[in-house]
């Protein structure tokens, strides 16, 4: 495991850092650990995000907070927020920053993540072939 770049608690609606989930990450992955007494950690590679996007309710913009949405080709982890950050603009530039500079440390581009998710044989992400 590399140097932990980021790591923030997930905020209560006024800021304060009162909750069980930990947000992470290093050069290559991102974490999510959460619980009290049983624990849940998961982690998602870095290459494997596809969308970054942040939104700031009222009451978010007031505390200097904000929710990462983050859309991935992971299993265990597609599709999931990174609730009530600090400086969420920061953070997002951060790490897309560094999703970027994965995917080309691994020679990786977006036409690697298509998926036939519906199962017909044909890229769900490409819709600019009429297949009937």
């Known amino acids: 495991m590399g140097e ?3 790591k923030q608690r997930k905020r209560n609606w006024c800021g ?16 999510v650990e959460s619980g009290v007494l049983s624990k849940k950690e998961d982690e998602v590679r870095l ?3 596809l969308d970054i996007s942040l939104t700031r309710s009222f009451g978010q913009r007031l505390f200097k907070m904000g929710t990462i ?3 991935s080709s992971d299993k265990t982890m ?7 950050i600090k400086n ?3 953070v997002k530039e951060q790490l897309s920053q560094l999703v970027e500079e ?3 440390r691994k020679r990786i ?19 600019d072939y009429d297949h009937n």
């Open 88 to 90: 969420p603009k920061e």
């Open 78 to 84: 597609k599709c999931f927020e990174m609730k009530n």
């Open 16 to 31: 304060l850092p009162w909750s069980f989930t930990i947000y992470s990450f290093d050069e290559e992955r991102l974490f």
């Open 47 to 49: 290459y494997r995000i």
């Open 4 to 6: 932990i770049l980021f």
């Open 109 to 127: 581009s977006g036409r690697e993540f298509m998926a036939d998710h519906d199962h017909d044989g044909y890229a769900d992400d490409y819709d």
């Open 69 to 71: 949405k983050i859309d």
């Open 102 to 104: 994965e995917r080309q």
